[in-house]
């Protein structure tokens, strides 16, 4: 269990959401962000995995492969959903063998696996078997949460044993995983999970030079996570296939939040077949006015549209400064809203 997967993109991490009102969950528990010390550690961890590139499309495209898989076996011993990145920190889902001998996509130990009951032979190893080896992991993780009742102790014991979080907690005089002294590597362990869930779940906020979104531009039909098409490119070279559309945040602010200058009604023209790559339609309902471009309301405008984590961001141009959010002023809008017509708001950083 020490294979550590680095998620590669190069550049700095958008504050907005692991600061301020943000929350921040792991397996429904919430992530204490109010602590400084918890926010600057999640963030330096989500900074470490930045320091490379377009690795990120390579691993999303392994995920719609395990997922699939792995998330009904879950649900079926009532496992948080969120474990499924466990095996993302764990391997990357490769059956890759640690210099401990942990070994498969879950990296059991050979004692651990025998007694979740897998075979462990020279000729039949199961940890290598992605369905047994899934059904053993949700069976470890079920006698860890009986023996800890935390979610997020779970996902720690699973990485240093119960026995290792019980002395702590003994010891320390405190269950709260985010208060304990415990060995680096267990230390890090949950601010890994929850930094691969942010990057997988909310991508758009971690991008190069404070912006919020990274799209291939060249390729009409492909968005972030798509395979790039020479494959992993190592740091300090370039992908010629990807490059950024951003909206810049006030760096006075601290990231914070962004500076809206002004907020423009608008409402989304009915697409119900609409797919990654396409041009969104957007009727505006307030006079628009923009890097020297003024709009009369109940103009039309259209922007291509590109899906990540089922909401569609939106390139309306204007030097990137008009961000097309839902009517609640979060970036980008749900895919469903497509198909409805829903009201929206355009902002103006």
Known sequence: MRTIIHILFVGCLCLVALTGTAQVTFCGEMVPMERDFVSYKLMDVIKGHLKYRNFLPVLKAKTDIYFPVIIPILHQYNIPEDFKYLPVVESGFTNATS??????????????????????RYDNDERNHLLKSTHAACRYLQQLYGQLHSWTLAAAAYNAGAGNISRNIKRQGSSDYYQL????????????????????????????????????????????FSKPSSGIVQPGQTNKDFKSIRITVDVKSRGRNPVVAAVFAARLQQNNTFEDGQLVSILLLDDLQANGVYIRKNTKLSGRGWIVSDRVYVDLGFGNTITLCDAGGRKGVPAGSLKSGEDVRLMKM
């Open 99 to 120: 210099a401990v001998g942990a070994q498969g996509v879950w990296q059991f130990m050979p004692a651990t696996a025998a007694a979740m009951g897998l075979e462990v």
């Open 181 to 224: 002294v415990l060995n680096n590597e267990t230390a890090q362990y949950i601010y890994k999970i929850i930094a691969i869930k942010q990057l997988f779940e909310s991508p758009e906020l971690y991008i190069p030079g404070f912006g919020y979104n990274v799209f291939n531009k060249e390729n009409a039909n492909v968005s972030v």
